[in-house]
């Protein structure tokens, strides 16, 4: 089991900034791939970012490619999202997601946080 827990969401402005923090804890860490989905209201859970267990390869989903960028620090067990430039239209609950398959995490991940809010006002 890996238990994952986000931080960081708020209310900020169109064009401004946040980062996002997921604590990880449970199996080793450095075994998974970690990742970020996101979920408007009255839509369906988009990917947004996956790393790779070492962090050499990180993937984005196309609304956010070029504004946000994923981190991750195994040593603390953490995983970042850094979004800049952000949008009315990136307002979401963010979830930070695991599994050990580098694919999967992309679509459908065996490992859920409960979210954090993000509001982009306009």
């Known amino acids: 089991q890996v238990q994952l827990v986000e931080s960081g969401g708020g209310l900020v402005q169109a064009g401004g900034s946040l980062r996002l923090s997921c604590l990880a804890s449970?199996?080793?860490?450095?075994?998974?791939?970690m990742g970020w989905f996101r979920q408007a209201p009255g839509k369906e859970r988009e990917f947004v970012a996956a790393?790779?267990?070492?962090?050499?390869?990180?993937y984005y989903g196309d609304s956010v490619k070029g504004r946000f960028t994923i981190s991750r620090d195994n040593a603390k067990m953490m995983v970042y999202l850094e979004m800049n430039s952000l949008k009315p239209e990136d307002t979401a609950v963010y979830y930070c997601?695991?599994?050990?398959?580098?694919?999967?995490?992309?679509?459908?991940?065996?490992?859920w946080g409960q979210g954090t809010q993000v509001t982009v006002s306009s």
């Open positions: 449970g199996r080793p860490f450095r075994s998974y791939s």
């Open positions: 790393i790779s267990w070492i962090g050499l390869s990180t």
């Open positions: 997601t695991a599994d050990q398959d580098l694919g999967r995490i992309q679509i459908n991940p065996t490992y």
